[in-house]
Structures are given as C-alpha cells and as structure tokens.
C-alpha cells in the first residue's frame, strides 16, 4: 500500500501568497517606523475589521507564534517565558511568543530582510471567544510595554447563537470604539467599516470555496496546503490582497479538479483532521500521509476561518454574529453536528483528533467526542498526542506507529466492506 517516495502536488499560486504575505509584513513594518499609521495588535478572531477601518495596522501574534513552531524557534524559547512564570502546560503560542520577544529573536528576520521583530503596538485588543490564554497574552506585552489592553470577553459553549449573546458582543464592540477613536486619532467612518465588513465577507466566501474544492476525489488540497495558504485569511482579512488572492488559488484547485488531479498521488483514504496542526512537524506529516496514499483533506482548523456572517448593511451587529460563531466558541452538540455533516459532505474514511498538550480549548478529544462521533457514524477515529508548539509534548516514533496501524486499519475495514 505505502509508496516509496511520497508523491505530492506543489500548489503554483505558492509564489503568490508569498509576495502579498511580504507586502503586509513589510506594510507592517514601515507603519511602525515611519509612525504614519498607529499598530493594533489583534487575536485571530478579534476585531479586525474594525481596525483596519480606522487605519491601524494590524498585527496577529497568533500568526507570529505558528511562524515561530513552523520554524522549529518555538522549542527553545518556551523556557524563556517558563523561567518567567508562564508555566509550560499553558499555550504554547503565548510562550513562545513571549519567548521570543525576550530573547530578542524572530522569524521574520530570516525571512524579510530589514525586519527585526514584530512592530510596537500602539494598542492590544482581544477577543477571549478561542481562549483566555489571549488576554494573558496581550496583558502581558500591555504591562511590559506599557500602552492600552482592551478586548471582548466573549460567551463560550452555547449551542445556538441567540439575539442576546450577540446584544452582549455588539456592545462590547462598540465600548471599543472610543478608545479606539482617540489612539487612532480620527474618528470612525461608517462606510469605511461596511467597505471592510464586506472585504472580509467576500474574502471569507473564497476561502470556504478552496477549501470545499477538497469534496472533489482526489482533493485537489490537503490540510497542511491549507494551513499555508489561509495565512491571507487570517492576516489580511478584510482586504482586497485577499480576496485577489484566494481567486487566483480557487482557479488553480479547480483547473486540477477538471484535470482529475489530487494532491496526493493515488489516494485511497481520505481523513477529517481535528485540532490544531503540529507547525513544526507539517512536512513530515504531509509527507508520512502521502506516503500511505492518505489525504488529510480537511480539518476543522482551516474551516474556522469561514465566516458567513459578516454583512455590511450591519457591520458591527454581524461581526460579533461571526465571532461568536466560531467552532472554538460552540458547545459539544454543536461541534457534534458540525463534524457530522462535514464527515459526509467530504466522504471522510476516518478522524484524526490532535490532542495538543498546551491547546485544550482546540482539542476535543478529551471529554468522549471520539467515542460518541464513532458510535453515531462508524466512522473510525484515532487520538494523536502532540501539540502545535511545544516539539518536546512530540513523539515521532508514536506517531508514525499510530498512523500506520490507523491505515491499515482503514484498509482492512474497506476491503470488508
Ligand atoms: S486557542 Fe489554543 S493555540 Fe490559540 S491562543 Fe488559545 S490556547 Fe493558544
């Protein structure tokens, strides 16, 4: 079954998501030298637009962090901010990060010239939807560098989305505004916010477009394709760079789909990944599935940037609609029916849950989904232990063991079928 050299498909739109992804560090970077334009700092489903409305420059640390595990830095600047008292079973991304910052390393340095590290906030906004270790985060740069923390502290594990929570969200957005207004020295233009609401939106819609193309047999992307490319959404949400972007990539997954190409050559299998990606280790495990002629295909990760709620007739009313229907954010029966429907819409063989050591609000393995999905759909699953950052919670040998045998345990069902 297993191939001797794993066979995958470079995606040709690569070379262009690394151009605007350099256009916005460096836009970044000349915002905070030149002090033309104040920086905000933001978590990855904080209010972004709302930012980019009043003219800040944003910056994700969260994005800074994956960057840091992608690299293989993370490991070894985690004890920095343990030795600070941000204890190592806490989000890796935040001590890393952190890490980082003293340890006065980045690596944005090797890969953009003239960069050093990430820019200076003018001001640190949060919105604790994913987690709290955010706000932790934030008020800790907030005290060291002393300038203004402020963010939304969202409700968590609802099922449903009721007019209430979002009465609760909305105006906390707008508590923001004033602060907001008197750092970024200009008040806010309303039609500036709806021009950005709908940027988002439309960004939002080609996003969830690429990464249904993975329906198609063979999925044209895999998971750890997407975890590159959605860097656009994450990052430049709310900007035409984007939505361009993810037009051009959507045509090249669909040239393949008429063509019949997958990304994985020969795929037999095709597995629903939940939980976060093992940054340092996506080539590995991009390449350990391709070798068994598995495709990752889809993950709940990469679809927690679809945001179908935004609209721009009622920018705040639905940006606090989208942030609260975040997966992260949602009850078990939520998430239940989520994977469900997600299982049969990419007719899934098998699931792959990332129990990250230092993520327990992003792995949903440890209170009987496992048991409870496979008992509702016979769909089989296995339990990897890991985590995003942290390289020393990895065990490769583990790994690699556990995912063969989940394989071959694909087959045998398959040829019982
Ligand atoms: S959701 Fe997980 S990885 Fe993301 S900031 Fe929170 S603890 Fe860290």
Request: hydrophobic share 40%; charged share 25%; glycine share 6%.
């Amino acid at each position: 079954m297993a191939q001797e050299k794993p066979q995958r498909k470079k995606i040709e739109s690569t070379g262009q998501m690394m151009k605007i992804m350099s256009d916005y560090f460096y836009d970044l970077n000349d915002a905070a030298k030149t002090d033309q334009r104040k920086v905000a700092w933001c978590t990855s489903v904080g209010p972004a637009e709302l930012l980019r409305a009043m003219g800040f420059a944003v910056h994700f640390p969260e994005n800074h962090a994956a960057m840091l595990g992608a690299t293989r830095m993370a490991t070894e600047l985690i004890p920095e901010a343990n030795s600070i008292g941000y204890s190592p079973d806490i989000c890796s991304y935040l001590t890393a990060d952190i890490g980082a910052y003293l340890k006065g390393v980045s690596p944005l340095a090797k890969a953009y010239p003239g960069i050093e590290a990430p820019p200076k906030p003018d001001v640190l906004v949060f919105n604790t939807n994913q987690c709290r270790d955010v706000q932790d985060w934030f008020a800790w740069y907030a005290r060291e560098l002393n300038v203004p923390c402020i963010g939304i502290t969202s409700p968590k594990n609802f099922t449903d989305i009721n007019e209430g929570l979002v009465d609760d969200v909305s105006r906390q957005l707008e508590a923001l505004i004033p602060t907001l207004e008197e750092i970024a020295g200009q008040p806010l233009d309303l039609h500036k916010l709806q021009e950005t609401v709908a940027l988002s939106r439309e960004c939002t819609e080609l996003w969830r477009q690429v990464l249904e193309t993975a329906m198609a047999a063979p999925a044209p992307l895999t998971f750890f394709d997407a975890t590159i490319h959605m860097g656009p959404a994450v990052v430049l949400r709310g900007t035409k760079q984007a939505v361009d972007y993810y037009q051009q990539l959507l045509a090249e997954l669909q040239g393949r789909i008429d063509n019949g190409i997958g990304a994985v050559e020969g795929e037999q299998y095709r597995i629903y990944w939940e939980g976060m990606p093992v940054w340092g280790r996506l080539r590995q495990h991009s390449e350990l599935f391709a070798k068994l002629q598995t495709s990752v295909l889809v993950s709940t990760y990469c679809s927690s940037w679809i945001f179908p709620d935004f609209d721009p007739a009622e920018p705040l009313r639905s940006m606090a609609r989208a942030y609260l229907g975040l997966f992260i954010v949602r009850s078990d029966d939520y998430k239940e029916t989520y994977i469900k429907q997600m299982l049969e819409k990419f007719k899934i063989d098998g699931i792959i849950y990332h129990d990250a050591k230092t993520c327990p609000c992003n792995s949903n393995s440890r209170y009987g989904m496992p048991q409870r999905l496979e008992q509702e759909t016979g769909i089989p699953s296995l339990v990897l232990s890991g985590d995003l950052n942290d390289l020393r919670c990895v065990s490769d040998e583990q790994t690699l063991t556990n995912v063969e045998a989940f394989i071959e345990q694909l087959e045998e069902r398959k040829h019982h079928a």
